[in-house]
C-alpha cells in the first residue's frame, strides 16, 4: 500500500495557454505560493490511505476532455483486505480564473503495468470543493476533492495482493477549453504513472514524456477484512 508522509515542496512548470499533452519543463522551478490551505499540504496518514508525495513537480499531465487524454495510477490493496474509496483529492493545474468542471474518475484492473479492464465507471464527477493551493507561471493550482463514499467501487487484494488503478479523463472547465493538468511528482512509488493519448491506447508516461513520474493524489477509504470460509470434515463437537 503507497503510505508517505506528504512532502510539501509544489513547483510546476508551464507552458503558453495551447493544448498540450504535458506542462512542459523548461529546466527551471518557478516562483511558487502556497496558501497552506490544502487537505494535501495537512495530510496525516492513516491506516487506508493512499498517498503520491509532493516531492518536486516538473510536469503535469493532460486529463483534459476536449482532446481525450487520460491519465492514472496505481494503487497496491494489501492481501486479505477490501478496500472501499471514500474521497480522491488531486492537485489539479488550469488557467485562472477557470474552474473545474467535472472529470470522469475510473478504476481498473492491472495489464502487465499499465491500466487494463475497467472495473468501475465514475461519469462526470464533480469536486466537493475546489480550493486554490497555489499558483505557478500563470495557473492557479486547485485542489479538487471528490466524494466517492457512494461510489460502490469495491477492490478486494486477493490473497497475495492486487495492483489497481484510478484514472481521471474527460476533464472539463469553465472556459470550455479544457485545459487541466494532474500534478506531477519525480518521485515515483510501485508503478509510474500511465497515458492514454487520444485514445491511442495505455503505456508508461515516460514513453510519451521521456521521464518516470508519478501523479499527486491522496485516495482514501475503509479497509475491511474479506471474509475467510472456513471448511471442515467429520463430526462436530460441542465446545465444553
Not at 508551464?14 to 523548461?26: K, R, W
Not at 487506508?48 to 476532455?65: E, L, Q, R
Not at 476533492?145 to 479523463?169: M, Q
Amino acid at each position: 500500500m503507497k503510505k508517505i508522509t506528504l512532502l510539501l515542496m509544489l513547483f510546476i512548470i508551464g507552458v503558453g495557454y495551447s493544448q498540450t499533452n504535458n506542462l512542459v519543463s523548461t529546466g527551471s522551478h518557478p516562483n511558487l505560493q502556497l496558501n497552506g490551505n490544502g487537505v494535501l499540504q495537512n495530510f496525516i496518514m492513516a491506516p487506508c490511505n493512499y498517498s503520491h508525495p509532493i516531492a518536486g513537480a516538473p510536469n503535469g499531465y493532460s486529463v483534459d476532455g476536449s482532446f481525450l487524454h487520460q491519465t492514472a495510477d496505481d494503487i497496491d490493496v494489501m492481501a486479505g483486505e477490501i478496500f472501499s474509496p471514500n474521497s480522491f483529492v488531486v492537485p489539479l493545474v488550469l488557467f485562472a480564473p477557470n474552474t473545474i468542471t467535472s472529470a470522469n474518475i475510473t478504476f481498473y484492473s492491472d495489464n502487465a503495468g499499465v491500466p487494463g479492464t475497467a472495473l468501475f465507471t465514475l461519469p462526470a464527477q464533480v469536486p466537493v470543493t475546489q480550493n486554490i493551493i497555489g499558483a505557478a507561471f500563470g495557473r492557479d493550482i486547485r485542489e479538487c476533492v471528490f466524494n466517492l463514499s457512494a461510489s460502490g467501487v469495491s477492490l478486494p487484494g486477493g490473497g497475495a495482493g492486487t495492483k489497481y488503478w484510478i484514472g481521471l479523463s474527460n476533464g472539463v472547465d469553465s472556459s470550455g477549453a479544457d485545459n487541466i493538468f494532474w500534478l506531477a511528482t519525480d518521485t515515483v512509488i510501485g508503478t509510474q504513472a500511465a497515458f492514454n493519448n487520444a485514445g491511442g491506447g495505455w503505456a508508461p508516461g515516460s514513453v510519451t514524456f521521456g521521464v518516470p513520474r508519478d501523479t499527486v493524489m491522496l485516495l482514501s477509504g475503509d479497509c475491511a477484512v474479506a471474509p475467510i470460509s472456513v471448511c471442515g470434515t467429520g463430526n462436530p463437537q460441542p465446545i465444553p
